[in-house]
């Protein structure tokens, strides 16, 4: 008999068999309804087999679903990435259905003509009407626009019959990129990129290159030529490009379609549910060429899938920490080998482990190493904020506060980077020193002073701003301590009333549509002074923007992990890179009570090699990764002592292994969120160590309750 594999969407480590009836053909990624329990379920066949029997009676599948079959690669892909996160393969099947279980767009309602019917009373107008429309349909304002008539005079075509409304399945036309529309003028390392890029998509094969460049050294125009080549050579090719926000689409978005003729599509969570089903179809029909989108854009079906870009690779937006755990970057090199694909990584900032595979020639590496065109890097400067501390309750040095003041009457924008929301970060009582948290969550809750509202960004709790501390009483007590971008702001207000001043941040710029207002704003020289958090650090490029200020440049080095030095690096850099990308000369000013820290000095020097070769250093004295790996097992519950005694299980039964190391279990840093304690264990492994396996070793001597939460993440980047 015929049995078929089949993944069901649930949290469970293996596949469904299912017999197979004798006239049912099933094959690879084929959706299908199977019953289990009670409920008839959604699943895609993994794999169908002959067999000559089974010790057990099998169920038998319901039906072969009328929804396109999922492409081979998409199939593997999924099954991969299930194994190497250790996630159930079914839920992960899940995430490459998402855009499938979307509601459908409402269908249009279009008019035609009823035969050769004619109004009785045929006025000029109601003749234009009809002239207009011919054999066609239109919609109700487009006829009323193309032909001049006013909705009355339809709506009396429609009445008496010779018109009619009829309805039409909305779908998603995207027209072919045009790859010769509208092409860039490359220097001569942008060009040898994209020959480089392009060519190994015209050969064929998985091929993954490093796009090295500094801040404006126009990484994008290179692999959009190179896609543009790829289109050129295949015009049925698919091409991804991921992006680490949301609020980047946008002008990408923009650049592609003045590039190409014709807008891609966008995949990402700000995409309304109707319109993402219609992006998934059209990608599985292999009618949508280029998709723009954030990190779950690796699980659509595509059939032809070409070239892969990461833009901003470095960036740790593309690790995915709730629900399914899985870093972007590593996924996107994983679906092009599979898939047979080049991969492009992007960045001026890459991380250590892709700066890592680029030093051992594991990844092709392609340099751009001066700004596009006339633009030069910008000057960089450390202030001293222990020789110009600023005035008290204040956050701006003197000499940042002259700077802005110049920049302000040269007619040049300023950028105020200091990467925290809100107003303060804290709230304390005077009276008893309590520190206003959370319910049931160790962190902090952070003032927001426009919405008169505390936040906690960890669990999106929320309450107004109390008149009298919630543990004394004290009255009139409570005090905002340390500064966000709002407070900043208010201080920029108070130093320049002239100046028009605006933030950017998740909290006052949403949704792509406010982020596109606010960056158009920023262009049009709308804006003088913009005071952002990450959100307006990278991938954006503001031609009048002379001056870039960091508050605090000091606040990714303290506490901190494996990563901070990294990651501060690579901020502050993004950041500064603002500055100074048109034809007006650049300067960062970056205030540090501890400027001689190796990182911010490197920084000033702009001796990125440098920092790289003594932070490798480091990382391989301690065998971390990019020369070691890491995986970190959470456990949360409500009941703490289920959570202890769950992780003193594990911690008894971890089997032997040579080259590896287990730490834990021990407290969470937060140890309480959302009412649940939690516990934590990290694993350390040699590079060559297989670490997948000896988890799934490790972690099936031991069964977690019902009411433990585990959380596997493999390559942890949030140590929390």
């Not at 010790?55 to 072969?64: D, F, G, H, I, T």
């Not at 950041?575 to 540090?592: F, H, I, N, S, V």
């Amino acid at each position: 008999m015929k049995v078929a594999s089949v993944l069901i969407p649930l949290p469970v480590q293996e596949a469904f068999d299912y017999e197979v009836a004798d006239d049912m053909v099933l094959q690879r990624g084929d959706q299908v309804a199977v019953p289990l329990g009670p409920r008839l379920m959604r699943g895609i066949v993994s794999e169908v087999r002959e067999t000559t029997g089974s010790n057990r009676r099998l169920k038998a599948v319901e039906s072969l679903l009328d929804d396109p079959r999922l492409p081979r690669g998409t199939v593997d892909f999924v099954e991969w990435a299930a194994r190497w996160t250790l996630s159930p393969p079914g839920e992960m099947a899940a995430t490459a259905l998402k855009g499938l279980r979307a509601p459908r767009p409402r269908p249009e309602r279009r008019l035609r003509r009823v035969g050769d019917k004619l109004p009785a009373r045929p006025t000029q107008a109601r003749t234009t009407v009809l002239d207009t429309l011919a054999d066609r349909t239109m919609t109700r304002p487009d006829l009323s626009a193309a032909s001049g008539a006013s909705s009355a005079v339809i709506k009396g075509l429609i009445d008496e019959g010779v018109l009619e409304v009829i309805e039409i399945e909305a779908v998603a036309a995207f027209d072919a990129p045009d790859p010769d529309h509208a092409p860039a003028v490359l220097n001569v390392d942008q060009s040898a990129s994209a020959d480089a890029i392009a060519g190994a998509t015209a050969d064929g094969g998985f091929v993954p290159f490093l796009l090295d460049g500094v801040t404006g050294s126009g990484k994008t125009e290179a692999y959009l030529e190179a896609a543009a080549r790829t289109l050129r050579a295949d015009p049925a090719a698919q091409i991804l490009i991921l992006l680490p926000e949301i609020a980047l689409t946008q002008d990408l978005i923009r650049r592609i379609t003045a590039r190409f003729g014709a807008a891609p599509a966008e995949w990402h969570s700000g995409i309304a549910p109707p319109r993402r089903r219609q992006v998934w179809e059209a990608v599985v029909a292999g009618r949508c060429n280029i998709v723009v989108g954030a990190r779950s854009a690796l699980f659509l079906p595509f059939p032809n899938l070409k070239l892969v870009v990461v833009d901003e690779e470095h960036d740790g937006s593309f690790k995915q920490e709730d629900g399914l755990v899985y870093h972007g970057r590593d996924l996107a090199v994983a679906r092009a080998r599979i898939e047979g694909a080049t991969v492009v990584l992007a960045s001026a900032t890459p991380s250590l482990e892709t700066l890592w595979n680029a030093h051992n020639g594991r990844y092709r590496w392609l340099k751009l190493s001066a700004r596009h065109g006339a633009a030069v890097l910008p000057d960089i400067k450390l202030l001293d904020l222990r020789q110009n501390p600023p005035d008290p309750q204040t956050w701006l040095s003197q000499p940042l506060r002259e700077a802005i003041g110049e920049t302000f009457a040269r007619g040049e924008q300023t950028l105020l980077f200091l990467n925290r929301r809100g107003y303060a970060p804290v709230v304390l009582c005077r009276a008893c020193g309590h520190r206003l948290t959370a319910p049931d969550t160790d962190s902090w809750l952070v003032e927001h002073r426009y919405t008169g509202r505390l936040v906690c960004h960890l669990t999106g709790f929320t309450m107004a701003r109390p008149k009298a501390c919630p543990s004394c009483g004290a009255e009139d007590s409570l005090v905002s301590v340390g500064p966000g971008v709002e407070r900043v702001e208010e201080e920029v207000r108070l130093l320049f009333p002239e100046a028009r001043t605006a933030v950017f941040s998740s909290d006052t710029v949403p949704d792509a549509k406010a982020a596109r207002a606010l960056i158009q704003s920023m262009v049009d020289g709308e804006i003088d002074i913009l005071v952002a958090t990450q959100a307006a650090a990278k991938g954006h490029n503001f031609p009048k923007l002379t001056l870039v200020g960091v508050v605090d440049a000091d606040l990714g080095l303290r506490g901190g992990d494996l990563r901070a030095a990294e990651r501060t690096f690579q901020l502050l850099t993004q950041a500064t890179g603002r500055a100074g990308r048109a034809d007006r000369p650049g300067q960062a000013l970056l205030q540090t009570w501890t400027p001689d820290h190796p990182v911010l000095m490197a920084l000033a020097a702009g001796d990125r090699d440098g920092f790289v070769e003594a932070e490798m250093a480091e990382r391989e004295a301690s065998t971390l990764p990019p020369y070691g790996r890491l995986a970190a097992l959470i456990l949360s519950g409500e009941n703490a002592v289920a959570v202890e005694q769950t992780a003193e299980a594990l911690a008894q039964a971890i089997p032997n292994a040579e080259r590896l190391e287990v730490y834990g279990p021990a407290d969470a840093p937060l140890g309480l969120i959302r009412g649940r304690r939690r516990k934590r264990l990290l694993v350390r492994a040699d590079r060559d160590v297989n670490l997948q396996s000896f988890l799934r070793a490790w972690l099936g001597r031991v069964k977690v309750p019902g009411s433990v939460r585990l959380t596997v993440d493999v390559d942890p980047y949030s140590f929390l």
